[in-house]
């Protein structure tokens, strides 16, 4: 079974400050990590996936197998980036391909 | 244009009342899912869709129905609506190894 841990339900930091959004995963085979972020209004989209290692938005995640983390960072928050981030586990199994979503963290930027 | 369309935006049903929520998509994509979304609980997988032939049963399935009419088309149904099943749905498609795309969200309320 594979699932999805968000510790922090709310995080609250201010504009220019650093912000980590910590995501925890248990999955036995080798899974592949997603972040989705949700704007207010807006549609859920895929901010970033570990496969590609890219930086969006400033935002990046690394996959830490030996922690069996994704944490989500950027080194300096912007009010824009105030939303709901979810954090997604699919197995790394071209079959299987349905993500186990965390709880979501509803991040605030305060000016 | 959206390339995920769910309909209606917003639906208030009565107790008992056979509802069916819709989604189209315009990507082209094989796999369609949906999801519910609660307050505190993340997404919840219904059910699921790798082609048209094919439909799984998510963690949540109980008093659900889907419907895949065509590769474009996937269709959740309320057979008799309950209060609990009152939530923000969401219809999803990917392709492969990509994440998600994602609807809008149909708000339904049960009362």
């Known amino acids: 079974a594979q699932r999805v841990t968000q510790p922090e339900k709310l995080l609250s930091v201010f504009k220019g400050a650093p912000v980590e959004l910590k995501c925890n995963y248990s999955?036995?085979?080798?899974?592949?990590l997603f972040w989705y972020v949700q704007y207010s209004r807006q549609r859920l989209q895929l901010l970033l996936r570990?496969?590609s290692r890219e930086s969006i938005k400033g935002f990046t995640a690394d996959l830490n197998k030996g922690e069996t983390s994704f944490h989500l960072k950027k080194p300096f928050a912007q009010e824009e980036d105030s939303a709901m981030y979810y954090c997604?586990?699919?197995?790394?199994?071209?079959?299987?391909?349905?993500?186990?979503f965390g709880d979501g963290t509803t991040l605030t930027v305060k000016p | 244009d959206a390339d995920v369309t769910q309909t209606p935006r917003n639906r208030i049903t009565k107790t008992g009342k056979r509802i069916m929520l819709e989604c189209s998509q315009t990507?082209?994509?094989?796999?369609m899912y949906w999801y519910r979304q609660d307050p505190g609980l993340g997404l919840r997988l219904i059910y699921y869709?790798?082609?048209?032939?094919?439909?799984n049963k998510g963690e949540i399935s109980d008093g659900y129905s889907v419907s895949r009419q065509a590769q474009a088309k996937f269709s959740l149904s309320l057979e008799s609506a309950i209060p609990n099943q009152t939530a923000l749905y969401f219809c999803?498609?990917?392709?492969?190894?990509?994440?998600?795309?994602f609807g809008s969200g149909t708000r339904l309320t049960v009362v």
């Open positions: 570990h496969i």
């Open positions: 999803a498609t990917s392709q492969h190894a990509y994440g998600y795309t």
């Open positions: 999955y036995s085979g080798s899974p592949e």
């Open positions: 869709s790798f082609d048209v032939k094919d439909i």
């Open positions: 997604a586990l699919r197995p790394g199994n071209t079959n299987a391909g349905k993500s186990t």
């Open positions: 990507k082209g994509h094989d796999r």
